[in-house]
T-cell receptor, first 113, second 110 residues
Framework: NAGVMQNPRHLVRRRGQEARLRCSPMKGHSHVYWYRQLPEEGLKFMVYLQKENIIDESGMPKERFSAEFPKEGPSILRIQQVVRGDSAAYFC???????????FGPGTRLTVT | TQLLEQSPQFLSIQEGENLTVYCNSSSVFSSLQWYRQEPGEGPVLLVTVVTGGEVKKLKRLTFQFGDARKDSSLHITAAQPGDTGLYLCAGVAGNTPLVFGKGTRLSVIA
């Protein structure tokens, strides 16, 4: 009964490179949420996806950030041309239904040098 | 914009002591969740409360949802070092995304 999987756990990128973060939801869960957490802060919502659809991207920066959840495979959060301010822990969570309880993965810690 | 204020921000206590942490908002939430997060890990769901005035117990942890569904508290009895972590509350209101407080960082010293 695997939980939410995220990889990589740690990612180091130089300024200007691209970062791709992957999230595999719990089995049977078709709703995926991405959050960003800065040190000493709570989690900030970024985007909510259901299979092949973006439902709510109100927390996503308008530029450089994109997310997808294809019919097959994990959800991907992509950050293009990373800057130092993108350094943070990125968590995904999955849920079996809209508004249902969310189960979190272990996170990807992105460091931009 | 819904905001959840958690207090205290930091709490350091001796093993065996009791403690209460608070989660307050001016907004009404349809449900409220409590999570615990350990360093380097994702938040782990502890409980969901949905009814105003609801009280839920999880071993030594007691969760209460305010009558007006704007606030919640978490009480830990006889704290143990294993309770150390970041406690986060998060609220759901309608179809809006889950809103998190900044958390209470608890340290229980043996």
């Amino acid at each position: 009964n695997a939980g939410v999987m995220q990889n990589p756990r740690h990612l180091v990128r130089r300024r200007g490179q691209e970062a791709r973060l992957r999230c595999s939801p719990m089995k049977g869960h078709s709703h995926v949420y991405w959050y960003r957490q800065l040190p000493e802060e709570g989690l900030k919502f970024m985007v909510y996806l259901q299979k092949e659809n973006i439902i709510d991207e109100s927390g996503m920066p308008k530029e450089r950030f994109s997310a997808e959840f294809p019919k097959e495979g994990p959800s991907i959060l992509r950050i293009q041309q990373v800057v130092r301010g993108d350094s943070a822990a990125y968590f995904c969570a999955s849920s079996p239904r809209p508004g249902g309880e969310q189960y979190f993965g272990p996170g990807t810690r992105l460091t931009v040098t | 914009t819904q905001l959840l204020e958690q207090s205290p921000q930091f709490l350091s206590i001796q093993e065996g002591e009791n403690l209460t942490v608070y989660c307050n908002s001016s907004s009404v939430f349809s449900s409220l969740q409590w999570y615990r997060q350990e360093p380097g890990e994702g938040p782990v769901l502890l409980v969901t409360v949905v009814t105003g005035g609801e009280v839920k117990k999880l071993k030594r942890l007691t969760f209460q949802f305010g009558d007006a569904r704007k606030d919640s508290s978490l009480h830990i009895t006889a704290a143990q070092p294993g309770d150390t972590g970041l406690y986060l509350c998060a609220g759901v209101a309608g179809n809006t995304p889950l809103v998190f407080g900044k958390g209470t960082r608890l340290s229980v010293i043996a």
